[in-house]
């Protein structure tokens, strides 16, 4: 009997064993929605981030990314403009890759629903400019400043650093945007 009782545990404990990395990474999956200044937070206008030579780029769109495993998927539009405010160009942009998510937390502190949630998001993404041919490959940062943990230094907004062009929009302007946990 007692042999008995020390197999079954055998058998029950190599199972735990073997398939406990599975039951760890479905329960630790976390899927959010990213919104960057679309149709749900036009009310904040536009989301915009500045050069230093005084270029703006104005970005809105969103999409869908989990943690474990990390994917995204996403994309919306983008206008560059000169110092002067003057359209340089007009294009699309797509999420190819989550490089990195850090939460600040949920958006109750703020008085927002809980599944609202601050986060700075780091998102490898192609830009597709509408009147030249060559996309541009470059790394988007999204950051939201709501939850109990948003570093001293967060601005709200995006930046943007774009490989084949010889500037780095890294200022944020204006603008909202938003991570809404889904599970």
């Keep these: 009997m007692l042999n008995n009782k020390r197999g079954i545990l055998f058998v029950l404990s190599f199972f735990l064993i073997l398939f406990s990395p599975l039951l760890i990474a479905n329960h630790n999956q976390v899927t959010y929605e990213y919104l960057i200044g679309n149709q749900f937070l036009e009310e904040f206008g536009p989301v915009v981030s500045m050069a230093k030579n005084g ?28 110092a002067e405010g003057n359209i340089i160009g007009t294009g699309k942009w ?10 600040y937390g949920k958006g109750t502190p703020q008085g927002l629903p809980e599944n609202f949630e601050g986060g700075r998001a780091l998102i490898k993404v192609i830009i597709d ?6 996309s541009f490959e ?15 230094r967060a601005e709200e907004g995006i930046r943007l650093a774009v490989r084949e062009v010889p500037i780095n929009f890294n200022e944020e302007i204006s603008g909202a945007t938003l991570f809404i946990r889904k599970d």
């Design 94 to 103: 797509k999420a190819i890759k989550l490089i990195s998510f850090k939460k």
């Design 55 to 82: 270029d703006t780029i104005e970005l809105e769109g969103g999409g869908m990314f989990t943690l474990n495993p990390r994917t995204i998927n996403g994309s919306g539009t983008v206008i560059h403009r000169d």
């Design 138 to 152: 470059g790394t988007l940062v999204v950051t939201c400043i709501i939850g109990d943990k948003i570093p001293k």
């Design 129 to 134: 400019p509408d009147d030249i041919g060559e």
